[in-house]
């Protein structure tokens, strides 16, 4: 069986980014930018009053002297008044300073009577001017790629670009399968559940920036499988929930086989989760997740999360693992990586973490309540409060 880290590697190599678009600056926040912004002019493009005051020079306005007021410019105005010896010009934050400036005399250091001026405190040169280029030079990129957030819509703005190429949200089709599963809100049958591991996992996928596509459950039956590879045709990943396994009646492997899939592994070394399967089918990258909840969900945050990474465009890699101090003592692990349930605490000393004692994969309260996954490694042994673990914060 393979270790998480080859299974992850594995399935990004089965992707490849999705197409570029563009969008307006008010559809961009969190989409994926897939060419560099370049700024065609200087922020500002002009020295500009960073206060209200008076623009003058700074030799000029000494402590106490009297300077004559020769003018006014304001924000997204033209000063017609060069500043000379003893002369100051009204001015107003975000103005062009006239020119002949080189500080600002801001209202509160200065007594004005008629166009008499009088420098109660002195400035320095340069003092409340913003020159020319301070936030970004006429050439300068908001890079690609990126995951674009409200600073960096700002900024895209500021550099007068109102539309952004950005990668396609890629589409995700999930496939619940079983007789058993009944959608939220139907009637289930004496023996039949609600299916919920579709849900958990395209709400994860869509917070990543994917745009996931929820099928009808797929029967057990080979037919209700090839429908629904059919829907999916326009798919960038086909993600099946269940079936994968190798029972009388768990169909995909089977199923998508005869439809010509390219396995590209099965099985896993981990747990919850070793029924994991990915390849490509009629050309389409497919993970195949087991039908367990909480073994779909963990899988979704350690594979599936990084996969639409890679579908955007983004570097993909595992989760970051951190070194947490154990909060309740803990059994020895068999081969397989235990990713456990847990909750995470930070404290003076660092971070405490508390697996559940419960870590039945059909269990999905407890995934709820747990803000941490602690990893045992294969063949660990028991470990005490106190000891050292890794842990991925989810």
Do not use: W
Not at 33 to 42: D, N, S
Not at 150 to 162: G, K, R, T, V
Not at 182 to 203: D, K, L, R, W, Y
Request: glycine share 10%; hydrophobic share 45%.
């Amino acid at each position: 069986m393979l270790t998480t880290e080859e299974a992850l590697a594995k399935t990004l190599d089965l992707l490849t980014p999705t197409s570029v678009e563009d969008v307006t600056l008010t559809e961009a926040a969190g989409r994926v930018l897939a060419t560099a912004v370049v700024a065609t002019r200087p922020q500002p493009p002009f020295a500009a009053s960073a206060m209200d005051g008076y623009a003058v020079r700074a030799d000029d306005a000494q402590l106490g002297a009297r300077l004559e007021v020769i003018g006014e410019v304001q924000a997204g105005g033209t000063s017609n008044h060069p500043v000379g010896k003893n002369q100051a010009v009204r001015i107003f934050t975000g103005a062009p300073v006239p020119p002949g400036a080189d500080a600002i005399l801001i209202q509160e250091d200065a007594v004005r009577d008629g166009d008499a001026l009088t420098v109660s405190e002195a400035p320095t040169k340069g003092r409340y001017i913003r020159p020319a280029g301070l936030d970004f030079a006429a050439g300068d990129e908001i890079t690609a790629p990126r995951r674009l957030t409200s600073a960096d819509i700002a900024l895209a703005a500021a550099m007068n670009a109102p539309r952004l190429s950005v990668h396609r949200k890629p589409v995700v089709h999930l496939i619940a399968t079983g007789d058993e599963l009944v959608m939220p809100g139907e009637t289930p049958g004496a023996n039949q559940i609600i299916s919920s591991n579709n849900f958990g996992v395209a709400a994860l996928l869509g917070a990543r920036g994917a745009a996931p596509v929820i099928q009808p459950i797929a029967t057990d039956d080979k037919a209700a499988l090839i429908t629904a590879l059919d829907r999916a045709k326009n798919a960038d990943l086909i993600v099946t929930l269940g079936g994968a396994s190798v029972g009388d009646y768990d169909l995909v492997q089977q199923v998508f086989g005869d439809e010509g899939m390219d396995l590209s592994f099965y099985k896993v070394a981990m747990r919850p989760g070793k029924p994991l399967m990915a390849g490509k089918v009629r050309g389409v990258p497919m993970v195949g997740l087991p039908g367990n909840p909480v073994s779909s969900m963990v899988l979704a945050h350690l594979l599936l999360a990084p996969a639409i990474d890679a579908l955007l465009g983004l570097p993909a890699a595992a989760p970051p693992r951190r070194i947490a101090t154990l909060g309740v003592d803990i059994g020895k692990n068999g081969p397989r990586e235990h990713f456990m349930r847990a909750c995470a605490t930070e404290t003076p000393t660092g971070l405490v973490v508390t697996p559940f004692a419960n870590q039945d994969s059909s269990v999905l309260s407890l995934l709820a309540g747990a803000n941490a996954l602690a990893i045992h490694p294969p063949h660990g042994g028991a470990m005490k409060a106190g000891d050292q673990i890794e842990v991925i914060m989810i």
